[in-house]
């Protein structure tokens, strides 16, 4: 029997909201357990109930998603954040991963396609498609303006084949893809990127593939 999955749902659009719960009563295994308006609502409500996972719209009034996403990573860290949004703007993709989300998807997609991000995101993914994930990247460069010393990454003691897990990160896959694109199981990827993440010293995809454009791996 598969694992209950239990939900928040934050946007200031009633209809979409309920949109999305009635889309996701198609699945047996998924409970929704908080609704709310905004990030001030949000915040109220996660006294009482926190869900496994938040999908949190990005433009919403009194206090918008991406500073949701910090006040809420800040007070609950073990709640994942999966930013759910009819806008793929760069500057709030990049920030909305600054702030600790685990991912950034447009709500235009199905919403089994939804379910497999809130699914990968769980199990310790990030989710987002290449579109987005490249969006973010070209900010992340724009962005790195100073001259930093560089390292090569063997001065951090990644092998080969987490440096090659690294570059599929960077380039927005999820662990099925790369596992397809190097050949290797899916808990292999999942082994690869835990150990990038302790050589890193981060935890985050953001993160990660930071440190690989200062030091110019991608």
Do not use: C
């Not at 609502?41 to 996972?53: C, G, R, S």
């Not at 910090?70 to 806008?87: G, T």
């Amino acid at each position: 029997m598969m694992e209950s999955i239990r939900l928040g749902i934050v946007d200031d659009n009633a209809h979409l909201a309920n949109q999305m719960v009635n889309n996701f009563s198609l699945f047996s295994h998924i409970k929704i357990v908080l609704i709310a308006k905004n990030g001030v609502d949000l915040l109220n409500q996660l006294k009482t109930t926190q869900p496994d996972l938040i999908l949190m719209d990005v433009q919403m009034p009194e206090m918008d998603g991406i500073t949701a996403t910090k006040e809420v990573k800040a007070r609950y860290p073990d709640i994942k954040i999966l930013m759910l949004s009819v806008f793929d703007e760069d500057k709030k993709v990049f920030y909305s991963i600054l702030a600790g989300a685990s991912g950034y998807i447009l709500k235009e997609e199905t919403p089994v396609r939804i379910l497999e991000a809130v699914e990968n995101v769980l199990d310790g993914g990030a989710s987002m498609s290449s579109m987005i994930a490249a969006k973010a990247l070209n900010l992340i460069r724009f962005q790195n303006n100073q001259k930093l010393p560089q390292k090569p990454p063997s001065d951090f003691g990644l092998s080969k084949r987490e440096m090659e897990t690294l570059e599929h990160l960077a380039d927005g896959e999820d662990y099925l893809k790369i596992s397809e694109s190097l050949f290797i199981s899916p808990n292999t990827v999942k082994k690869h990127i835990s150990n990038l993440y302790d050589k890193l010293h981060v935890h985050s995809r953001a993160e990660a593939v930071r440190i690989a454009v200062e030091n110019q791996w991608v």
